[in-house]
């Protein structure tokens, strides 16, 4: 595609800001009927695969986690401690039975909003999608 074919196009960068509003939007509206952040969701679903240490959790999340204000997981997992949804065992943390009910509902719910975003997308457009994203973010990456 050449720089013409561009011209009536948004840019990139709005329509990338936009999805990521309006994802992170139905997310809190989705997660929020539960009093759950989006952080603590992103720990249950790591919980919910096998139970792991804290250093663990914090990579898991790291890139979504406010590191310039000392943000960490336990910040995000001592609420989910005091609701009985975690535990932890020497720095070994897992879900407890109320945080797997919890988290299988929400992964329903989570379901359903995955599946609204890609709602009308052909077979392979979304895989596409994410190639030509990993391509663009490689190309600005490797040209830094």
């Known amino acids: 595609m050449n ?7 948004p840019p990139i960068g709005l329509l990338l800001r936009k ?4 994802v992170n939007e139905r997310f809190e509206r989705t ?3 539960r009093d759950i ?3 603590q969701w992103q720990l249950l679903h790591t919980l919910a695969e096998r139970p792991t240490t804290l250093d663990a959790l914090n990579t898991a999340v790291a890139p979504f986690l406010d590191q310039a204000a000392g943000e960490t997981a336990k910040q995000h997992l001592d609420p989910l401690a005091k609701l009985g ?5 020497s720095d ?4 407890t039975g109320a945080g797997r009910t919890l988290f299988d509902s929400l992964a329903e719910d989570v379901q359903t ?3 609204l975003t890609v709602r009308g997308l052909a077979d392979g457009e979304y895989d596409r ?5 990993q391509a663009m973010i490689a190309n600005l990456e490797d040209n830094a």
Do not use: C, F, K, W
């Open 37 to 39: 952040t989006r952080r």
């Open 3 to 9: 720089t013409t074919d561009r011209r009536d196009q």
């Open 92 to 95: 070994v943390y897992e879900l």
């Open 129 to 133: 999608t994410i190639a030509n994203l």
């Open 19 to 22: 999805l990521d509003n309006l």
């Open 113 to 115: 909003t995955r599946d």
């Open 31 to 33: 997660l929020g009927t």
């Open 85 to 89: 949804l975690v535990t932890s065992t």
